[in-house]
């Protein structure tokens, strides 16, 4: 019974700071209600006639486990908030608190290859026509999907059983990126202190991991900042989502990716025509492509970019 009972408390204390920590995320990075709002997907036209022909969205691997600028720019705005609270309350839970910190950065920078830990990542813009998001991520001769963010957001509570999709702004600020962090952490030391000390060295290790890799999917360089990144991100640390990875070929290199699968249509308002592809055979194509594939483009718009007109 009192082992039982030992178990019961700290489950409702992972529930707790897990409560807690995801209604602060969603506050913080949603900012603000995605009603009647239009996010944008540039992607090449393979992607887009894969993703229309199977009615799925289409996940990529996340990159930042594999690129080490991302890893050491998070990690440095992670070292100077662990170093504002190494400065404050002296108290043996806050030490603890602290130090369980320290040891949770210390695997997730060295160690995160080895945990298994991956994301899956749908990158979205609310800006429609940029040059750069079009050269970046398009090459400038595709295509940019625009999506009614209140569906396309609204089908991700509809997921399989231990699938998580977070979703919301990057951010590119450095000085509100660590206030971010440091609001976290002080949400789940306020639930932590609540319990017994024991229980909660227990249950910290798990939980700062999931506040670090959630940080560190919506944390980027501000050098970044013209891109008004949204992002769809789908974590996966037990290796869950490994049969469910497919490959796809894009640039000459093989990117692993999930599929989100909608069960119907894609929420589509608008799609945009590259500024390097042949602007009229291109529209003339996409119509007649969203017919057969039932769309109303009567109700779909397509347009054009503008973007050439910067050159």
Known sequence: MERGGVMAAQLKLEDELERQFQNELDKQFRKTYESGQTLYHYTSLQSLMGMMETNNLWMSKGNFLNDSSELIYFANVLKTVIGKMQRQKETELWKLFVDELEAAMGHFLEQIEESGFEVYI????????????WYNYAKGEGYNLGFYAEDLLGKLTGLQEGRRAIHGFVEYDRKEQELLLMNFLIGTFKVAKNHDIQKVKAALPEHFFTIISSCA????????KSEEEYRIALMDKSGELQPAVRFRAQNGVIIP??????????????????PKNNIDIAKRGMEHYLKSKGYDIEQLTISKSVAALRY
């Open 122 to 133: 749908f990158s979205m813009s609310h800006t429609q026509d940029s040059l750069a998001l």
């Open 257 to 274: 990716y999930i599929a989100l699968d909608f069960n119907g249509q894609l929420p589509l308002s608008h799609i945009t025509i590259g």
């Open 217 to 224: 999917i919506f944390f980027k360089d501000p050098a970044f």
